[in-house]
């Protein structure tokens, strides 16, 4: 015998005519099933637009009550006839503004006596600073609108406010003088 064929005795040969039998017997299952389909699509209803469906729901009923009165004497939420009225949301009243506060009559001025210098002429001038503003003067002469120079010496100097009253002024330290409104 040869070594390239099989026989149904010899193991290999049995599954060749088994694979052979289950291939033919799957073809002869799939054309059967394929003639007995017939390639028609199956009946179904036409379609119809939403439109003309009426189907009825089965809570239609709930949804369609009949309507209800309206009661013209339902409580109102602002009187105290109300059994859930509170005053405790309300806000406090508001308080009646205040006056407004009285015009000031003084105010308050700095003065920074910065040193002094004598001219050629003999006359003695100081250097004062009257509310940041730097300003050179000599013995009776305004320093600003507010006040007038009256003496000059090396370690200070002597002023008049417009209510006449006189000030001292020290070297090199600021000094704050209430002097009143004009």
């Known amino acids: 015998m ?12 049995r599954h060749r005519w088994i694979s052979i039998t289950v291939v033919v017997v799957g073809l002869v299952v799939a054309v059967l099933a394929g003639l007995r389909l017939g390639g028609d699509l199956p009946a179904l209803p036409p ?16 949804l369609l009550r009949p309507a209800i009165a309206r009661q013209d004497a339902e ?3 602002m009187n105290e006839s109300n059994p859930f009225y509170t005053d405790f949301f309300k806000p406090p009243p508001q308080p009646s503004p205040a006056p407004p506060p009285p015009k000031p009559t003084m105010k308050e001025v700095e003065v920074l006596f910065q040193g002094w210098f004598e001219s050629s002429s003999k006359e003695v001038e100081a250097f004062v600073s009257v509310g940041g503003k730097r300003q050179i003067g000599s013995v009776d002469s305004a320093l600003g609108d507010d006040l007038l120079l009256l003496e000059i010496h090396p370690d200070y100097i002597r002023v008049q406010s417009q209510d006449e009253k006189e000030h001292e002024i020290p ?12």
């Open 75 to 77: 409580p109102s939420m």
């Open 47 to 62: 379609i119809t637009p939403s439109a003309q469906q009426t189907q009825k729901h089965p809570f239609d009923a709930l």
């Open 2 to 13: 040869n070594s390239t064929t099989f026989s149904m005795s010899s193991p290999w040969g």
């Open 171 to 182: 070297f090199n330290k600021v000094v704050k003088l209430n002097i009143p409104l004009q």
